[in-house]
């Protein structure tokens, strides 16, 4: 089992830059592909980043592809998630989750952070 914690969130301008950070506790962290999602209000929960086991193998949404870079570092059970080029439309609450293997469908991701509100002003 895999407990993830999300933090780093907070209001950034237009254009602006933030770093989301996940941790996890757990043994078996290295075993389970991670992935950022977010959700918007009114919206549905969207698939961000996506990483595998051992950060070699990525995937972005097309939103967020060349703005954003997904990294982990499994020594200390940690997740990023670095945004640049800040947009607006970017603003959510952002999840971090693990899943047992690399997907972007939400509902293939077996445990949750509780969420970090980002804020991006136009």
């Known amino acids: 089992q895999v407990q993830l914690v999300e933090s780093g969130g907070g209001l950034v301008q237009a254009g602006g830059s933030l770093r989301l950070s996940c941790a996890a506790s757990g043994r078996t962290f290295i075993t389970y592909a991670m992935g950022w999602f977010r959700q918007a209000p009114g919206k549905e929960r969207e698939f961000v980043a996506a990483i595998g086991w051992y950060g070699v193998n990525t995937y972005y949404a097309e939103s967020v592809n060349g703005r954003f870079t997904i990294s982990r570092d499994n020594a200390k059970k940690m997740v990023y998630l670095q945004m640049a080029s800040l947009k607006p439309e970017d603003a959510a609450v952002y999840y971090c989750?693990?899943?047992?293997?690399?997907?972007?469908?939400?509902?293939?991701?077996?445990?949750w952070g509780q969420g970090t509100q980002v804020t991006v002003s136009s």
């Open positions: 989750a693990a899943s047992t293997r690399f997907y972007t469908d939400y509902d293939k991701y077996d445990y």
